[in-house]
């Protein structure tokens, strides 16, 4: 969809997942606060959903980067919040469901972590949002825009084998990654243009043969989401993509806050360049 003539270019924001290299989305929302624009809409998948969430609610791009370096500077509290939320015992794991001893509820872990100012709904946002999740039995994406707000963003966080399935809207639920990391192509009629923050990283380069048990799974579905983006990419892209430098940070690294944000601070300056490009038409 185009704009009409004479009218403001309308950008939709599209934020994607990469554990904790969803730190580089703050560059991109830090260009659109330092430009004077806001986003028509914001749509995110898995991590990116967090984050889109909070800039939907509201909040700039410097809280936001308070805050996730406040959440994220006492590992020790960090770990008790996880323990918090955590769900099963060890007897779990040798029965039928979705409990085990390491799983955690996304549900109860995230209003730990999730700025106060974020609302209960989606009607209470101030720029439409869009949350994306997988059915995990339909084996389909599911585009969430309604209702309560907090399930909508923990199914589309929940990482399968860290997070428990979030059972919504009758249907059971995980990250939205699994079937659309990238979430681009939701926002296409709802806004003339769209700028698509892809952090999902290159190729990791590691000195051991072995990653463990952790690393083994994300990088799993670090892989998939690269490859299902390159194929969504090859077939229509966004009119802007921008893929930050992420690759000195591992989908773990939740607690090298400055470190990230430091190696993928280029993409600020790319991103202003494509919304004033963008509003140019």
């Given at each position: 969809m185009r704009r009409a003539t004479g009218q403001p270019s309308r950008i939709g924001l599209a934020l994607g997942g990469g554990g904790a290299r969803r730190l580089a989305h703050l560059h991109v929302l830090e260009a659109f606060d330092e430009l004077g624009v806001r986003p028509a809409a914001i749509a995110g998948a898995s991590i990116g959903s967090v984050f889109g969430a909070g800039?939907?609610?509201?909040?700039?791009?410097?809280?936001?980067?308070?805050?996730?370096?406040?959440?994220?500077?006492?590992?020790?509290?960090v770990v008790a919040k996880l323990l918090k939320a955590r769900v099963g015992r060890i007897t779990d794991l040798f029965g039928a469901g979705s409990r085990n001893p390491a799983l955690i509820d996304a549900e109860k872990l995230l209003p730990l972590f999730l700025p106060e100012r974020v609302p209960a709904t989606f009607e209470e946002l101030e720029i439409p949002f869009l949350a994306i999740a997988t059915d995990f039995f339909g084996h389909v994406e599911i585009v969430i825009s309604d209702g309560p707000l907090l399930p909508a963003i923990a199914a589309s966080s929940a990482i399968p084998g860290i997070f428990r399935p979030?059972?919504?809207?009758?249907?059971t639920l995980i990250d939205g990654a699994m079937t659309n990391p990238l979430p681009f192509d939701v926002l296409s009629d709802k806004v003339d243009s769209v700028i698509?923050?892809?952090v999902t990283g290159g190729p990791v380069v590691s000195g051991r043969a072995f990653?463990?048990?952790f690393e083994t799974m994300l990088g799993a579905t670090q892989i998939l989401q690269a490859t299902i983006i390159g194929a969504k990419v090859a077939g229509g892209g966004?009119?802007?993509?921008?893929?930050?430098?992420?690759?000195?940070?591992?989908?773990?690294?939740?607690?090298?806050?400055?470190?990230?944000l430091r190696s993928s601070d280029a993409a600020k300056d790319e991103a202003k360049?494509?919304?004033?490009?963008?509003?140019?038409?």
């Open positions: 800039y939907a609610a509201g909040l700039t791009a410097l809280e936001l980067r308070a805050h996730a370096s406040a959440m994220l500077k006492n590992r020790s509290v979030v059972l919504h809207k009758g249907l698509a923050v892809d990653p463990n048990a966004p009119d802007a993509l921008i893929r930050p430098d992420v690759r000195g940070v591992t989908l773990l690294d939740f607690f090298k806050t400055t470190s990230a360049r494509a919304i004033e490009r963008l509003i140019a038409g």
